[in-house]
């Protein structure tokens, strides 16, 4: 039987995670189901960024770099964030963005491959794969004399042919939500000899991570959303201790010199993932992530990511169970995997027409989700060409009501037939 409103209130009520909703500011009538886009910012982060700027940079001024360890914030940061992802400390750094972070590890694989096994010339990735992840390798593709291979999930393994140097995945697909097995992806690409990069971008801070148990080669990962680090936040990048001082990032920057104050014209690698950063780190916005990293070790005292994920399975699974009850019938679909072991901290939903409407319809109503254009290249794999409706589900501050007045909402509008509004079908440049 479905569960009602006052079972999920009851569900609340003993959810021992439930504290933790109030390290955040949440704005009232708000339902914000976009934490996989943006996170919620930590009720911590304004006074924090107020006092770097205020005192740390206004009084402080230069002294900060030591007084006040601005210079030692990046792997301060990317050590926290090595405790959500299964990394050792020192082998994580918070930096630059995803995007740049993608470009220096994926450079690092190439040259390892055509140092290691100069005949492999292939990058194989996911076509659905988000699509910076494809330009950068598209772009690196060009300049190295690779190619890159896009082929659909279920046909990655035969990929894996003798002359492919890289396999890169996202953990999470950002369309689908659908999660691929990190420890059996990457046996696969190293039992073929190829080396592995994973995005985590929908991964950290939403589900269990083991980079070092599965092996993996390479990681990157985003810092504003599961992470809470404000809109634009640094992102990190993890390099496997094996090949870490085997190359020196492309974007040899002074941070990532041995010893940047001696200011020697010549380059010399930091030893370890110190060299992967490159120019000055931006101190506000490290401030910032810092106070959205610390929201998810909060939870380490009330079971960790382990906890986090079990309420996000079953929050997800609720969400799937209601909206398929309440909307059967208003040609809404599933795109996301029912199996727990397939599935992000997400659930989207397809529409053949009035996705992105309906979407403005709910955030009109304070159910905040975001929308996804369909992948007009193809009608196969699990969306076909089908618009998104998306929906991210962070345990930290979602409660089960939160779910059911979602669902509600949802069949409310399209019951309406408000959602047909000129001023919801009226698309803006975000979406």
């Known amino acids: 039987?479905?569960?009602?409103?006052?079972?999920?209130?009851?569900?609340d009520a003993q959810d021992p995670l439930r504290s933790l909703r109030d390290l955040f500011h949440i704005p009232e009538g708000t339902i914000y189901l976009d934490g996989n886009s943006l996170g919620v910012m930590p009720r911590s982060a304004p006074a924090r960024v107020a006092d770097v700027v205020a005192r740390e940079w206004g009084t402080d001024l230069i002294q900060?770099?030591?007084?006040?360890?601005?210079?030692?914030?990046?792997?301060?940061?990317?050590?926290?964030?090595a405790r959500l992802i299964g990394a050792e400390p020192g082998t994580v750094v918070a930096t630059d963005s995803t995007s740049i972070n993608l470009y220096k590890v994926l450079s690092a694989a190439l040259h390892l491959a055509e140092t290691d096994q100069p005949g492999r010339k292939r990058i194989v990735s996911e076509r659905s794969n988000f699509p910076t992840d494809l330009?950068?390798?598209?772009?690196?593709?060009?300049?190295?004399?690779?190619?890159?291979?896009?082929v659909e999930p279920d046909d990655i393994a035969a990929a894996l042919t003798s002359d492919v140097a890289v396999l890169m995945l996202t953990h999470v697909n950002y369309r689908t939500g659908a999660m691929h097995d990190m420890h059996a992806m990457t046996a696969a690409a190293h039992a073929t000899g190829a080396l592995m990069v994973w995005d985590l971008a929908h991964s950290a801070g939403a589900v269990p991570v083991d980079l070092s148990g599965a092996g993996a080669d390479y990681a990157v990962g985003c810092g504003y959303k599961y992470l809470n680090g404000g809109p634009g936040a640094p992102a990190f990048v993890w390099v496997h201790p094996r090949h870490t001082d085997r190359f020196w990032q492309p974007l040899a920057g002074w941070w990532g010199h041995a010893t940047p104050f001696e200011f020697t014209p010549d380059y010399r690698?930091?030893?370890?993932i110190t060299r992967y950063q490159c120019g000055t780190q931006p101190m506000i916005s490290l401030a910032a992530l810092e106070c959205g990293v610390d929201t998810l070790l909060a939870a380490e005292a009330h079971g960790g990511m382990a906890a986090l994920r079990r309420k996000s399975l079953a929050l997800t699974d609720l969400f799937i169970e209601l909206v398929d009850d309440r909307c059967h019938g208003h040609g809404i679909g599933l795109a996301t995997p029912l199996d727990h072991a397939q599935r992000g901290s997400q659930v989207c939903l397809t529409r053949d027409e009035g996705a992105y409407a309906i979407v403005q319809a709910l955030i009109a109503r304070g159910v905040v989700g975001d929308f996804r254009a369909g992948d007009p290249s193809t009608g196969s794999g699990r969306t076909?060409?089908?618009?998104?409706?998306?929906f991210g589900f962070t345990p930290l501050y979602i409660g089960f009501e939160d779910v059911w007045h979602a669902a509600d909402q949802l069949r409310q509008v399209r019951e309406s037939g408000e959602w047909k509004r000129a001023e919801f079908n009226q698309k803006h440049a975000v979406t």
């Open 135 to 150: 330009y950068i390798a598209e772009a690196l593709c060009r300049e190295r004399g690779f190619e890159l291979v896009l």
């Open 269 to 272: 690698p930091a030893p370890g």
């Open 1 to 11: 039987m479905t569960m009602n409103l006052q079972d999920c209130r009851a569900l």
């Open 64 to 81: 900060s770099w030591n007084k006040n360890g601005w210079f030692a914030l990046p792997k301060k940061v990317g050590d926290k964030i």
């Open 384 to 390: 076909g060409s089908k618009d998104i409706l998306r």
